[in-house]
């Protein structure tokens, strides 16, 4: 079953404009997890924001949770070409397996 | 090294034959996975090793058949597959059987005739 539910579906953006990709989940969680897929390719680790936390920041990506609503969002400002990927976000912990949300796929024109 | 490498990057084969997919990682995790992802769909888990002992199987066919010889090899063998089997197979590890951060490698592009 999938845990996640991305929005949008897809995205486009001019670069240097800020991207902005929601995910709301059903159950509980212990932490959320946002990857990055290059396409046809396997998936990079971006940023991990636990239960307690409300906010994270790691180079050019925000991410915040908020867990009364099921909630996070990750935003990736000044976008680049290099950007253009798809991104899912994740759920799971302790003994559950993650599991992946449907992603958003990220285009930013040069 | 923080890589995980698979082999092969492609690989075509008809419904009777035998291949294998292989994953490597040098990274001391013990923990490792195997997804299957289709085309615009998220990954979605197959199979978890931990300390080399089948942990979780996702009610997956029989025809996949995972393997994991020692600590920093998995190996996914293929038989009598179907052309619905087409897909990205993703392997991935973790230090533990924690569920924080994978790590990806790059995938075989699977086709089944």
């Known amino acids: 079953s999938q845990q996640g539910e991305e929005d949008p579906q897809a995205l486009s953006i001019q670069e240097g404009e800020n991207a902005t990709m929601n995910c709301s989940y059903k159950?509980?969680?212990?932490?959320l997890q946002w990857y990055r897929q290059n396409s046809g390719r396997g998936l990079v680790h971006l940023i991990l924001i636990r239960s307690n936390e409300r906010e994270k920041h790691s180079g050019r990506l925000r991410v915040t949770l908020d867990t009364s609503k099921k909630s996070s969002s990750l935003l990736i400002t000044a976008s680049r070409a290099a950007d253009t990927a798809s991104y899912f976000c994740a759920t799971g912990g302790g003994n559950t397996p993650l599991v992946f949300g449907k992603g958003t796929r990220l285009s930013v024109i040069a | 090294d923080t890589e995980v490498t698979q082999t092969p990057k492609h690989l075509v084969m008809g419904m009777t034959n035998k291949k294998s997919l292989k994953c490597e990682q040098h990274?001391?995790?013990?923990?490792m996975y195997w997804y299957k992802q289709k085309a615009k769909k998220p990954p979605e888990l197959m199979f978890v090793?931990?300390?080399?002992?089948?942990?979780i199987n996702e009610s997956v066919p029989s025809r996949f058949s995972p393997e994991c010889p020692n600590s920093s090899l998995l190996n996914l063998h293929l038989h009598a597959l179907q052309p619905e089997d087409s897909a990205l197979y993703l392997c991935?590890?973790?230090?533990?059987?924690?569920?924080?951060?994978?790590?990806f490698g790059p995938g075989t592009r699977l086709t089944v005739l």
């Open positions: 159950t509980s969680i212990n932490n």
């Open positions: 990274m001391g995790h013990r923990a």
């Open positions: 090793y931990s300390y080399e002992k089948l942990s």
């Open positions: 991935a590890s973790s230090q533990r059987l924690g569920w924080n951060e994978q790590f």
